[in-house]
């Protein structure tokens, strides 16, 4: 497999190999890649003899427990005051920017070495090493890439954790992000152990009945505009509330929006307590990473999110007319 940069991975490898204590970390509202890749390096860890804690700043999902095989997590609301000294080291796995880490990363930075693995574009380069690949399809591949090119390999579990980080972040090889280096991270991870046909169980059978009659109010209030170039539905929190369901059940929701026929720029507006939280979703050539970060937000060109502090009915409003007009900015022959 082609490496993407042999120093910093070498580099990763040297700083992981010499730390006792790994405090590995998983963004907020963690997703499949990033408690997949924590997951399968706190494996690794493990297996090697670290002191390893696995770090979650929020519940852990449901969906992706099945992945956890043995290996403990804890929640943590900061990183910890006693996580210090140079035998210590903090790998943050698919996480932008110090604000989806968990807190105190950037204090933590002068006690211990911060290891920074991710594929997003915007990231801001907030590690002591800072190992972005935006042209990988999940953060997945290049943990893949790590683990592949170490002395300690992978073990059947950690592949599984890394394939389910992969498909779930390249919509199982299909999103435009998938690329020969996706399948050939997939080779490996078959290789190692991984079986597609039980993760593919796993994640797509695991829906509750609360979840689809969530998704019912929202497919009721799907609505396609700007000449069907765009659309958007929404989530009031009295929705979560009545059918006992949580932000956890809409991963992805927004996807089925631009399988509606023409349609290239699609919103998941949801209501939450600090405002309103919108996942973007775009197809060529519709930037939602532009549309986001009009509102402050950020992410990839074709998957980003933001949030908006307005009411929701005020919110869904700003966001439509902005996706309006990012629309007759990118097709003004249509217009
Ligand atoms: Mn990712």
Not at 85 to 104: H, I, K, L
Not at 156 to 172: K, R, S
Not at 194 to 219: C, H, M, Q, Y
């Amino acid at each position: 497999m082609k490496n993407h940069a042999a120093d910093v991975v070498s580099e990763i490898l040297r700083v992981l190999s010499a730390s006792d204590r790994w405090l590995v970390l998983m963004h907020e509202k963690p997703d499949g890649d990033t408690a997949g890749c924590a997951i399968a390096l706190s494996s690794l860890g493990v297996r090697i003899g670290k002191d390893v804690i696995l770090g979650c700043p929020e519940q852990f999902p449901q969906k992706y427990l099945f992945m956890l095989r043995g290996i403990q997590h804890r929640v943590l609301d900061r990183i910890p005051d006693d996580f210090s000294g140079e035998r210590c080291v903090v790998v943050s796995m698919d996480t932008s920017n110090p604000e989806r880490a968990v807190s105190g990363i950037e204090e933590a930075r002068e006690r211990c070495t911060v290891i920074n693995i991710d594929h997003h574009p915007d990231n801001t380069g907030y590690g002591h090493i800072n190992w972005v690949v935006p042209t990988a399809s999940a953060t997945g591949e290049m943990v893949t890439e790590l683990l592949a090119g170490s002395e300690w390999g992978i073990s059947p579990d950690e592949a599984n954790a890394l394939y389910a980080a992969i498909v779930t972040d390249n919509g199982n090889f299909c999103f435009p992000s998938s690329s020969s280096q996706s399948h050939e991270c997939a080779v490996i991870l078959v290789e190692a152990g991984a079986v597609p046909g039980d993760i593919a169980e796993e994640l797509e059978t695991n829906l509750s009945v609360n979840s689809l009659k969530l998704w019912g109010r929202v497919f009721e209030r799907a609505t396609v505009f700007s000449d069907g170039f765009c659309a958007v539905f929404w989530i009031a929190r009295s929705d979560f509330l009545e059918t006992c369901t949580t932000r956890q059940d809409t991963e992805n929701l927004v996807n089925f929006l631009l399988r509606i026929k023409g349609v290239k720029l699609a919103a998941l507006c949801g209501e939450g307590d600090d405002g309103v939280r919108v996942n973007l979703r775009s197809r060529f050539p519709m930037n939602a990473r532009e549309v986001a970060a009009r509102f402050g937000g950020g992410g990839h060109v074709l998957a980003s999110g933001c949030t908006i502090r307005e009411p929701l009915k005020d919110a869904l409003s700003a966001l439509m007319a902005e996706m309006e007009s990012h629309a007759s900015s990118c097709l003004p022959s249509n217009k």
